[in-house]
């Protein structure tokens, strides 16, 4: 685990299961109908217990049709040690030439933007489109960094933990916050 301090604000990251751990909020690499799915989404919605975080989802889903890529909602955390779960959904690599950079800047900025609108202090991202959505980890890495950092020093939250799954994704993020930050 390392830390890097702003202002009046800390950013973490580390390895461990984002699911088992104690936020205000997770935030949840979600898909556009909200339905669940493998990776981070799937875990997220095992631990919160699926049949209730898919009824908050399902509704969410009936009022707006679909969550687009870099947008953001809210629900409960359930069954989580967290209190609530932020749902987001990074863009799909097709080669950088489709926004996908400013949709994955979108997706953390509109996460932090929704925690500050809710109060909430200390917020736990994974690696948003860096699994089956096939962004490249560093070019992912130095965008969500670059844009937390303006989060915390625009004081939107206190805390903003990386919780990365695997030595590899791990070190290549910590690689890159200190060659940013």
Same mark, same amino acid.
């Given at each position: *685990? ?15 299961? %984002?699911?088992?751990?104690?936020? +205000?909020?997770?935030? #949840?690499?979600? #898909? $556009? ?7 981070? +989404?799937? !875990? %997220? =919605?095992?631990? /919160?217990?699926?049949? @209730? ?12 049709? $679909?969550? &687009? ?12 040690? $967290? !209190?609530?779960?932020? =749902?987001?959904?990074? &863009? ?8 996908? &950079? ?7 900025? #509109?996460?932090?933007?929704? !925690?500050?609108? =809710?109060?909430?202090?200390?917020? !736990?991202?994974?690696?948003? $489109? ?5 962004? &490249?980890?560093? +070019?992912?890495?130095? %965008? /969500? ?7 915390? @020093?625009? @004081?939107?939250? #206190?805390?903003?933990? *990386?919780?990365? =799954? ?12 200190? +060659?940013?930050?």
């Amino acid at each position: *685990m390392q830390i890097w301090n702003f202002t009046d604000g800390q950013l973490i990251i580390r390895q461990d299961d %984002i699911t088992a751990l104690k936020f +205000d909020a997770i935030v #949840n690499a979600a #898909n $556009s109908r909200l339905a669940g799915g493998g990776g981070v +989404d799937g !875990a %997220i =919605h095992r631990r /919160a217990g699926y049949v @209730e975080l898919q009824g908050a989802c399902q509704e969410i889903i009936r009022t707006i049709g $679909s969550l &687009p890529p870099g947008e953001a909602i809210i629900t409960p955390g359930f069954n989580l040690p $967290s !209190a609530h779960i932020i =749902h987001t959904v990074g &863009p799909i690599w097709r080669g950088g030439t489709n926004n996908e &950079p400013r949709l994955l800047e979108n997706a953390y900025s #509109n996460c932090l933007r929704l !925690a500050h609108e =809710h109060a909430i202090q200390t917020i !736990a991202f994974p690696a948003i $489109s860096c699994g089956v959505y096939g962004y &490249p980890v560093k +070019d992912a890495a130095r %965008i /969500a960094l670059l844009t937390i950092q303006k989060g915390l @020093e625009a @004081e939107l939250v #206190n805390e903003v933990t *990386m919780v990365l =799954h695997g030595d590899t994704a791990y070190t290549t993020w910590i690689d890159v916050a200190n +060659d940013i930050l």
